[in-house]
Nanobody
Framework: QVKLVESGGGLVQPGGSLRLSCAAS????????MNWYRQAPGKEREWVAS????????NYAASVKNRFTISRDNAKNTVYLQMNSLQPEDTAMYYC?????WGQGTQVTVSS
Protein backbone atom coordinates (compact mmCIF):
# COMPACT_ATOMS: atom_id res chain seq x y z
CA GLN A 1 0.00 0.00 0.00
CA VAL A 2 1.44 3.30 -1.10
CA LYS A 3 1.97 5.77 1.69
CA LEU A 4 3.44 9.27 1.65
CA VAL A 5 4.02 10.99 4.98
CA GLU A 6 5.05 14.64 5.07
CA SER A 7 6.68 16.28 8.05
CA GLY A 8 8.63 19.39 8.97
CA GLY A 9 5.99 22.07 8.70
CA GLY A 10 5.40 24.68 11.33
CA LEU A 11 5.24 28.37 12.14
CA VAL A 12 8.09 30.53 10.94
CA GLN A 13 8.74 34.27 10.68
CA PRO A 14 9.20 35.97 7.31
CA GLY A 15 12.71 35.38 6.07
CA GLY A 16 12.99 32.11 7.93
CA SER A 17 13.56 28.59 6.69
CA LEU A 18 11.99 25.16 6.97
CA ARG A 19 12.85 21.77 5.55
CA LEU A 20 9.97 19.50 4.66
CA SER A 21 10.35 15.75 4.34
CA CYS A 22 8.19 13.17 2.60
CA ALA A 23 8.77 9.55 3.53
CA ALA A 24 7.50 7.16 0.86
CA SER A 25 6.66 3.48 1.00
CA UNK A 26 4.77 0.88 -1.01
CA UNK A 27 6.49 1.39 -4.35
CA UNK A 28 9.94 1.42 -5.89
CA UNK A 29 10.81 4.96 -4.93
CA UNK A 30 13.96 5.21 -7.02
CA UNK A 31 12.02 4.53 -10.25
CA UNK A 32 9.84 7.63 -10.04
CA UNK A 33 9.97 11.35 -10.09
CA MET A 34 8.36 13.13 -7.15
CA ASN A 35 6.54 16.42 -6.72
CA TRP A 36 5.70 18.96 -4.08
CA TYR A 37 2.44 20.92 -4.20
CA ARG A 38 0.85 23.44 -1.89
CA GLN A 39 -2.63 24.73 -1.22
CA ALA A 40 -3.53 27.92 0.59
CA PRO A 41 -7.00 28.42 2.11
CA GLY A 42 -9.55 29.21 -0.59
CA LYS A 43 -7.04 28.61 -3.37
CA GLU A 44 -6.44 25.84 -5.85
CA ARG A 45 -3.64 23.43 -5.21
CA GLU A 46 -0.54 24.53 -7.07
CA TRP A 47 2.58 22.72 -8.15
CA VAL A 48 5.75 23.84 -6.38
CA ALA A 49 8.64 21.64 -7.46
CA SER A 50 9.53 18.34 -9.10
CA UNK A 51 12.53 16.07 -9.15
CA UNK A 52 13.48 13.25 -11.47
CA UNK A 53 13.93 9.68 -10.28
CA UNK A 54 17.70 10.05 -10.02
CA UNK A 55 17.61 13.56 -8.63
CA UNK A 56 19.53 14.85 -11.62
CA UNK A 57 16.77 17.13 -12.88
CA UNK A 58 14.70 19.56 -10.86
CA ASN A 59 12.05 22.11 -11.74
CA TYR A 60 10.40 24.89 -9.76
CA ALA A 61 7.43 27.19 -9.93
CA ALA A 62 8.48 30.75 -10.67
CA SER A 63 7.18 31.86 -7.28
CA VAL A 64 9.67 29.68 -5.39
CA LYS A 65 12.61 29.46 -7.77
CA ASN A 66 15.90 30.48 -6.12
CA ARG A 67 14.33 30.13 -2.66
CA PHE A 68 13.24 26.48 -2.49
CA THR A 69 15.32 23.40 -3.24
CA ILE A 70 13.91 19.94 -3.87
CA SER A 71 16.15 16.95 -3.25
CA ARG A 72 15.87 13.23 -2.57
CA ASP A 73 17.62 10.39 -0.85
CA ASN A 74 16.69 7.19 -2.64
CA ALA A 75 18.37 5.07 0.02
CA LYS A 76 15.92 6.53 2.54
CA ASN A 77 12.89 6.69 0.22
CA THR A 78 12.55 10.33 1.11
CA VAL A 79 12.09 13.55 -0.83
CA TYR A 80 12.83 16.93 0.73
CA LEU A 81 11.87 20.53 0.18
CA GLN A 82 14.25 23.08 1.64
CA MET A 83 12.43 26.39 1.91
CA ASN A 84 14.44 29.56 2.48
CA SER A 85 13.48 33.23 2.60
CA LEU A 86 9.92 32.31 3.45
CA GLN A 87 7.23 34.93 3.02
CA PRO A 88 3.60 35.10 4.17
CA GLU A 89 2.42 34.17 0.69
CA ASP A 90 4.15 30.81 1.14
CA THR A 91 1.65 29.93 3.86
CA ALA A 92 -0.13 26.76 2.75
CA MET A 93 -0.57 23.08 3.31
CA TYR A 94 2.30 21.36 1.55
CA TYR A 95 1.86 17.96 -0.05
CA CYS A 96 4.15 15.50 -1.74
CA UNK A 97 2.78 13.58 -4.70
CA UNK A 98 3.65 10.35 -6.48
CA UNK A 99 1.69 9.85 -9.72
CA UNK A 100 -1.91 10.16 -8.47
CA UNK A 101 -1.18 9.55 -4.78
CA TRP A 102 -1.01 12.40 -2.26
CA GLY A 103 0.36 12.57 1.22
CA GLN A 104 -1.67 13.97 4.10
CA GLY A 105 0.12 17.30 3.99
CA THR A 106 2.08 19.39 6.45
CA GLN A 107 1.11 22.93 7.37
CA VAL A 108 3.52 25.80 6.78
CA THR A 109 2.57 29.14 8.28
CA VAL A 110 4.72 32.22 7.68
CA SER A 111 3.74 35.09 9.91
CA SER A 112 5.28 37.90 11.89
Amino acid sequence: QVKLVESGGGLVQPGGSLRLSCAASGFTFSNYGMNWYRQAPGKEREWVASISSTGLNTNYAASVKNRFTISRDNAKNTVYLQMNSLQPEDTAMYYCKWTATWGQGTQVTVSS
